[in-house]
């Protein structure tokens, strides 16, 4: 069973903070990873893709994947209020298909 | 404006009734997704469909039917047969391109009289 887990906070941290965010998965094969951002009773929004190892830097926003570790991460600089959503980590099961395999989302709490 | 057009936004389904949600998408998208999502979950993969009048089962088809008539669009059945169909139903589409992501409408929350 292919799998992505997440920590399901809420992780709270201070406005200006950087809030970091991990997700792990399952399936060696996997070569796409998103992030994806859910407001409250919001649907997702896609805010990040990352397909090779390393950093990839997007605004405040920076994707970190370890494919030795399946290991991805999204740190987000300088907290603001406005970034408190759920964080949904997902992996593309097959690049035919297009089928993603979601982890349940970690709650982030940005106080100001 | 291009994207992907989810309605009804609320749904209210009585005991034995068949209800169906609808997903429109002008993207020229070639695949397009059902999910449901249960609060606090994740989201769970109902049918996908990758090129029209083909379609497949996700995790969860079980009680949900669905068609894919037109390119533009994949409907989704809540039959009565589904008997905790009260969810967060989401529909997605992205481009036959190989690692391309998905990207979703808006939702229709359905619940039970």
């Known amino acids: 069973q292919k799998e992505v887990e997440q920590n399901s906070g809420p992780l709270s941290v201070p406005e200006g903070a950087i809030a970091s965010l991990n997700c792990t998965y399952s399936d060696r094969v996997s070569q796409s990873f998103f992030w994806y951002r859910q407001y409250s009773g919001k649907s997702p929004e896609l805010i990040m893709s990352?397909?090779?190892?390393g950093d990839k830097e997007d605004g405040r926003f920076t994707a970190q994947l370890n494919k030795a570790s399946q290991y991805v991460s999204l740190l987000i600089r300088d907290s603001q209020p406005s970034d408190s959503a759920t964080y949904l980590c997902a992996f593309l099961v097959s690049s035919n298909t297009g089928k993603l395999i979601f982890g349940q989302g970690t709650t982030l709490q940005v106080k100001p | 404006d291009g994207g992907i057009t989810q309605s009804p936004k609320y749904l209210f389904r009585k005991e034995g009734q068949n209800v169906t949600l609808s997903c429109e998408q002008n993207?020229?998208?070639?695949?397009m997704y059902w999910y449901r999502q249960d609060p606090g979950q994740g989201l769970r993969l109902i049918y996908y469909?990758?090129?029209?009048?083909?379609?497949q089962k996700g995790d969860i088809a079980e009680g949900y039917s669905v068609s894919r008539e037109k390119k533009e669009s994949f409907p989704l059945t809540v039959t009565s047969a589904q008997k905790n169909p009260t969810a967060f139903y989401l529909c997605?589409?992205?481009?036959?391109?190989?690692?391309?992501?998905?990207?979703f409408g808006d939702g229709t929350r359905l619940s039970i009289l």
């Open positions: 990352i397909y090779s190892n």
């Open positions: 993207l020229n998208h070639d695949a």
């Open positions: 469909s990758q090129i029209v009048n083909d379609f």
């Open positions: 997605a589409s992205r481009p036959d391109v190989s690692n391309q992501p998905q990207h």
